[in-house]
């Protein structure tokens, strides 16, 4: 009975710790840079942490340390490093490397706001973890860092797309779908919008709670298989009236980079569509996985959503005890 219990103890660990990882969303690191003066920098750099451990990352100047530490704190699920850096002849012509991305899976939000008011923008990736700042600093810069960054966000936000993959479930590829999925875009864009911009603010650990609860929900309305509910008989209100929560947790991976001062309706806006862009791939991803599925005679539809609904549900379960006692 001992070694029983050992076991499915070691099963849990081994099914919760990627569970526990892959409910989180992405969230870069940021480093920005403001000229306060002609060659004088003032730097903030935010690396991801967890309790008192953060990534191991290190920002470098032409292969030196960037600057030196004034003050380094943790902070909301972030450690905080921020110091002064003297370079007279500008950044123009240097590179800026982070040492130690290229064994992580997080990316780097990279800032500079010059003297003259203009704002480079661009995204340091594990495949790519040197800028130029000899580059064109262009507005394509930033239209494509936010896009992506959307793009990466939702595909590796499991919550939110085990949330999508409910309404899939339930109004399978037809037009029912369509409407869904268009209420939720559009109420997660409305709040996502009111929190990126401050006019609308709630406490990041409740929404997430929140968001799981809504997965939870959804998985129990499938597992019913009651087609007589307001979730099947008008999904679009459901997914709108959800969409509106998912909107403020999207907007939580913004406030750990922020948006540029000059720019930010356009960083907004191209965050938004990455984030439609990567919904869309991961709709197109289910349709096809299901008519390869179909291929297969010896594999039943129904009995594969019986097992999709009880995983999800278990997950959101998991995963609402977690950011329940997170609080």
Not at 4 to 31: C, K, M, N, Y
Not at 34 to 48: C, H, L
Not at 187 to 211: C, D, M, R, W
């Amino acid at each position: 009975m001992i070694w029983r219990t050992d076991g499915w103890q070691r099963l849990f660990l081994l099914l919760w710790l990627p569970v526990s990882v892959l409910a989180h969303e992405i969230r870069p690191a940021a480093l920005h840079i403001k000229e306060i003066s002609q060659g004088e920098f003032q730097a903030n750099w935010k690396v991801p942490a967890r309790n008192d451990t953060r990534l191991s990352l290190q920002p470098l100047l032409n292969g030196e340390p960037l600057f030196a530490v004034q003050t380094g704190y943790f902070m909301q699920g972030a450690y905080i490093e921020q110091g002064k850096f003297t370079h007279p002849d500008g950044l123009m012509g240097s590179q800026i490397a982070i040492q130690g991305l290229d064994s992580t899976f997080t990316d780097v939000m990279l800032r500079l706001e010059s003297l003259d008011g203009s704002v480079l923008t661009a995204r340091l990736s594990p495949e790519n973890p040197v800028y130029d700042f000899a580059e064109d600093a262009s507005g394509w810069g930033l239209v494509t860092t936010y896009t992506n960054l959307g793009i990466q966000h939702i595909l590796l936000g499991v919550d939110h797309l085990l949330f999508v993959a409910c309404f899939v479930l339930i109004a399978g590829f037809s037009r029912r779908l369509v409407w869904a999925i268009t209420g939720f875009s559009i109420a997660h864009s409305v709040t996502l919008g009111l929190a990126a911009l401050e006019i609308v603010q709630l406490p990041v650990p409740a929404v997430e709670a929140v968001i799981a609860l809504s997965i939870l929900f959804m998985a129990w309305e499938i597992a019913r298989g009651r087609t007589d509910t307001l979730t099947y008989r008008y999904p679009i209100v459901v997914s709108a009236s959800f969409g509106l929560l998912h909107g403020f947790g999207f907007a939580a991976v913004l406030a750990e980079i922020g948006l540029p001062k000059n720019e930010g309706l356009l960083a907004l806006l191209c965050f938004n569509v990455g984030v439609e862009i990567g919904q869309l791939l991961f709709i197109a991803a289910l349709f096809l996985s299901v008519i390869l599925v179909r291929q297969l005679r010896f594999v039943r539809l129904h009995w594969l959503k019986q097992v999709a609904t009880y995983g999800i549900g278990g997950f959101a379960s998991l995963w609402l005890i977690e950011r329940v006692l997170a609080f």
